[in-house]
């Protein structure tokens, strides 16, 4: 039996076992999403790294969509190329930001997504060297430009809206926005006191759309203690329970159900926006959703639980595939451009070595060129592209750059039928500190991907 028909029993038989559920979304649909652990993509080429994807990437995916597997957006190479040596302790090859926890796509994002298009908070803040000169805390809402961060809401912004710590700082696991009515939703990492009401770890805050003010798309201002609790630990417990799993473990994805509609939360009395959810849990590799008091939902007939229902196919080796950390969700259908990732790991290694540059999402069978910059690594808070000038290949028509370095070598790889390209480069026994930094462009579409860097040790 051929791949495609065996996808297309898969979701004939998921759809049927969906069809009394009640949140079976048709439509154009794209996930973006990370992961919790490091997954492969179901690709048939399982020798390019580019496949790989760690637990701090995100990926894009449509179910039914055109292609059978998932795509990076960044992963870690790509942050150290964006954040530097943010600590500035002069280690370039140490995870700057953890781990990605909350996402969320604005409705008039492109789809697919670039990573400048995409909110992000992440599991540990970067020191003041930051990106561009800009810190960001685990508590922000914050995106990454060519000039530097924006910041949607700030974790102080969320603590004068009414929510303080209890035992921690406050760290955002989830977020959405209700862009019917402005309603921001969030998980915390643990518990907090919110406008004077202790809520535990796991439960649903929200800050109602009336209770902020914007300029400019950033949140400016904030009504004291505004913040509410909609849904508690043990009615999300409920809720994963009815949908087949346990309680909750870490409540960390949140998005708004594509089907829309309300509910009155049976613990608080509130009216709530239907809501997907994810859990911190190998066991619960699924989205849940709040319609019909718990239900595994489906997308154009696709049961969002498993492997393959991301994009995925697996753990790192053939492993558990952990669960969805992060997630957002577009009611649009992917373009015919994809996203370039480009990928090298180990990012950090002493030389003589071979770093591997690769990439993912080229045109299949068409041509790239791979464009290389330098800078000082190692010096320490040092990170010498940084500056706002795009790089000299960049024009209208390239879709995304990366700020502030030369390009004095560029070299040509063909991609294989799946849009992977790969460079081997071998390099002499060399002085620690020097950085390499690296984009693909895809020559039949000028689509440019994501940098990274390769530092040596």
């Known amino acids: 039996m051929n791949r495609s028909l065996i996808h297309l029993v898969t979701v004939a038989a998921a759809a049927g076992s969906l069809a009394a559920q009640g949140s079976n979304y048709s439509g154009p649909a794209n996930l973006v999403f990370g992961m919790d652990n490091t997954v492969e993509v179901n690709s048939l080429n399982n020798t390019n790294q580019a496949h790989i994807v760690s637990d701090d990437g995100l990926m894009t995916y449509a179910p039914m969509g055109p292609r059978p597997f998932a795509l990076p957006l960044v992963d870690g190479s790509t942050w150290a190329a964006f954040f530097g040596d943010e600590d500035n302790d002069g280690d370039h090859g140490e995870t700057i930001i953890g ?50 961060v924006e910041i949607f809401i700030s974790q102080a912004q969320i603590t004068a809206a009414g929510v303080a710590p209890s035992t921690s700082n406050v760290d955002v696991d989830g977020f959405a926005i209700d862009e019917s009515n402005g309603d921001l939703y969030f998980t915390f990492t643990a518990t907090t006191i919110v406008s004077g009401t ?9 800050i109602p759309g009336g209770s902020y003010t914007t300029t400019g798309g950033l949140v400016t201002s904030v009504t004291a203690n505004s913040a509410e609790v909609v849904m508690t630990k043990a009615e999300v417990d409920t809720i994963l329970t009815n949908a087949g799993f346990g309680a909750a473990s870490d409540l960390n994805g949140i998005e708004l159900d594509p089907n829309g509609g309300t509910f009155v939360s049976t613990s608080t009395s509130k009216t709530v926006a239907h809501l997907w959810l994810t859990d911190d849990s190998s066991s619960k590799d699924a989205i849940i959703s709040t319609v019909s008091g718990g239900v595994i939902p489906s997308v154009n007939g696709v049961a969002m639980q498993g492997a393959a229902a991301f994009g995925l196919r697996g753990g790192l080796g053939g492993g558990a595939l952990g669960n969805p950390w992060s997630l957002a969700f577009q009611q649009q259908s992917p ?18 070595t071979t770093f591997d540059f690769d990439c993912s999402g080229a045109t299949p069978n068409g041509f790239t060129v791979y464009i290389f910059g330098f800078s000082d690594a190692g010096t ?44 081997p480069l071998s390099f002499p026994a060399l002085p620690p500190g020097i950085g390499f930094v690296c984009q693909v462009g895809d020559i039949g579409n000028l689509v440019l991907s994501s940098p990274v860097i390769a530092v040596t040790e």
């Open 99 to 148: 781990s990605l926890d909350a996402v969320h796509v604005p409705r008039n994002a492109p789809c697919p997504p670039s990573m400048f298009d995409v909110w992000v908070s992440v599991q540990t803040g970067t020191d003041a060297g930051g990106y561009l000169g800009a810190a960001v805390t685990d508590g922000d809402i914050f995106r990454l430009t060519p000039s530097g």
């Open 198 to 206: 202790s809520a535990v770890d796991d439960a649903v805050i929200r």
């Open 380 to 423: 320490a808070g040092a990170f010498a592209p940084r500056g706002p000038a795009p790089i000299p290949v960049s024009s209208p028509s390239w879709l995304e750059y990366y700020p502030g370095f030369p390009a004095p070598a560029a070299l040509v790889v063909a991609a294989d039928a799946e849009g992977f390209t790969t460079l």
């Open 335 to 352: 373009g015919n451009l994809t996203p370039m990732h480009a990928d090298v790991f180990p990012f950090a290694q002493t030389t003589p």
